[in-house]
């Protein structure tokens, strides 16, 4: 293989990438999102200032948010943080939001 080819190659992995990051959120495990949003997200969202809890917004808020991750603020940030931890944390969010039958703030 040449470098042209290569370096073709790399630039289609880098859109796939790209694209399936867009892809909607939904359907992970809410449990162990809470966790993971404590552990990575509450350090920063956890004072009154920019307190973020699943009742901060509704879930349609939630599932506009995270449509495109890239556009959070704070999303450069988040190492270590997986496509499958934020689907799980988003999972939290979405499912304790303030419309949904059991809103919750996170202490
Ligand atoms: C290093 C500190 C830091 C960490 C860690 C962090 N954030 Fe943020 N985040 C911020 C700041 C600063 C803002 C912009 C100001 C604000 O809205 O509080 C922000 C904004 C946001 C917003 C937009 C606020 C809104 O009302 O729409 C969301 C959503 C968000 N963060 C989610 C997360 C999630 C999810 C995590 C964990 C994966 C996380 N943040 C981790 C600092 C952080």
């Given at each position: 293989?040449?470098?042209k080819?290569?370096?073709?190659l790399l ?15 939904g359907?992970?495990?809410a449990?162990?999102?809470?966790f ?9 969202h ?19 948010t ?17 496509e ?24």
């Open positions: 293989m040449n470098r080819m290569i370096s073709l630039g289609v992995l880098l859109v796939l990438s790209i694209a399936s990051m867009a892809t909607a959120m359907d992970g495990n449990r162990k999102g809470k993971l949003y404590r552990k990575h997200c509450r350090t920063c956890g004072d009154s200032a920019s307190d973020l809890s699943p009742n901060s917004k509704t879930q349609a808020g939630w599932t506009a995270f449509s495109d991750t890239s556009k959070i603020q704070c999303s450069p940030d988040w190492n270590g943080v997986s499958k931890d934020l689907n799980d944390i988003f999972t939290y969010l979405h499912d304790f939001a303030k419309d949904s039958p059991t809103p919750a703030k996170c202490s």
